[in-house]
């Protein structure tokens, strides 16, 4: 492409190219240029000297991190809570757009959709307070689950246990509905032909589901799963920090958590970037790789 086809496709879409201005600005203040300041988890960052003042010491923090005895505790906790999220929580919504889609009424589709979207929208600290109440002794939940399995009655949020299940479930409670949105409008992508043919074939809405409707939903879902390996690592900590304590950090503290206690608690800002530079190092392979598997096995991928 020649400056003058640029310069002409320019010229045709100027105002398209306006409209995406904000967002390119947006991304290059604050997605680009902070990014320089990953260079402090290669120096001894002092405040006083500033970033190309701190004395350099290389890859130091990252070996001080995979030596530590941390490492393997919030390792194994990030990823154990990631795929409990990726095969529960990233599930939920695909089945509950299914669900849906296969209601004929009007009137029960949108009271479904409606009250599953409600949870989305409520803020974090007021669902992290009510999980704490639920879970809390004496709370409901508590109950519920002390009369099933015969417990002691003890505080869900200090078993350790217990703390991968209660988040997992909480957020599947709070996103399901909102994320079904998409897989619902890849749905209505179907042809209706497909359908009829089915029926005057004598397939059952069972079969239908399965020979139509999920192969149509696939590449929806391979997309989606190529954008969760992108972020797989980085469990949304802001729940964490606001339910769990001390005593359950064994199953519950996660490097992102890690990352917030010795960069904001501890002012240990190099060795707190050194691990969140990794972390992102790990999202990238992991997304480079679904990408790559993803287009090898149905062509179906980001790029």
Known sequence: MNRRSIARDFKRNKWLYALALPVVIYYVLFQYLPMYGAVIAFQNYTPMRGIWGSEWIGLEHFHSFFNSYYFWRLLGNTVLLSLYSLLFEFTAPIILALLIHEVRSRYIKSFVQTVSFMPYFISLIVVSSLIKDLTHSGGIVNLVYTWLTGGDGQDMLQQPGLFRGIYVLSEIWQRMGWESIIYAAALTTIPREQYE??????ASRFRQMISITLPG?????????ILRMGRLLEVGYEKILLLYNPVIYETADVVSTFVYRKGLLDNDWSFSSAIGLFNSAINLLLLLSANALSRKINQNSLW
Do not use: E, N, Q, S
């Open 217 to 225: 939903l696939l590449p929806t879902i391979m997309v989606m799963g």
């Open 197 to 202: 043919a089915a029926r005057i074939d004598g």
